[in-house]
Nanobody, 128 residues
Framework: QVQLVESGGGLVQAGGSLRLSCAASGRTFSRYTMGWFRQAPGKEREFVAAISSSAANTRYPDSVKGRFTISRDNAKNTVYLQMNSLRPEDTAVYYC?????????????????????WGQGTQVTVSS
């Protein structure tokens, strides 16, 4: 029902910036919690950022806090991830995800199992 398409990935030098976008087809996008996750080779998928439906709440793990910013434009059905001060360890495939029935934001938004729809991912490579 909901299709998500990520864009904006690429190759960047350490210390540089990238802005990822995720365009959603959902008719009720403004009701969804949206999240970003990433997966590096040989590692588990990990939480990167989440934003509540109204954008009143955001959440980040310590690994990206202060460097990454999630935002959304409900009029455009789009969520963004601004990534600054990139490090080689940020190299991964980045996925956006939609939770169409959001629960308690701070309790569940970090968990990949909360999300119902996923994009195909976009590669981010940070060189040293």
């Amino acid at each position: 029902q909901v299709q998500l398409v990520e864009s904006g990935g690429g190759l960047v030098q350490a210390g540089g910036s990238l802005r990822l976008s995720c365009a959603a087809s959902g008719r009720t996008f403004s009701r969804y919690t949206m999240g970003w996750f990433r997966q590096a080779p040989g590692k588990e998928r990990e939480f990167v950022a989440a934003i509540s439906s109204s954008a009143a709440n955001t959440r980040y793990p310590d690994s990206v806090k202060g460097r990454f910013t999630i935002s959304r434009d409900n009029a455009k059905n789009t969520v963004y991830l601004q990534m600054n001060s990139l490090r080689p360890e940020d190299t991964a495939v980045y996925y956006c995800a939609a939770d169409v029935n959001p629960g308690l934001f701070y309790t569940t938004s970090y968990s990949q199992y909360e999300y119902d729809y996923w994009g195909q991912g976009t590669q981010v490579t940070v060189s040293s």
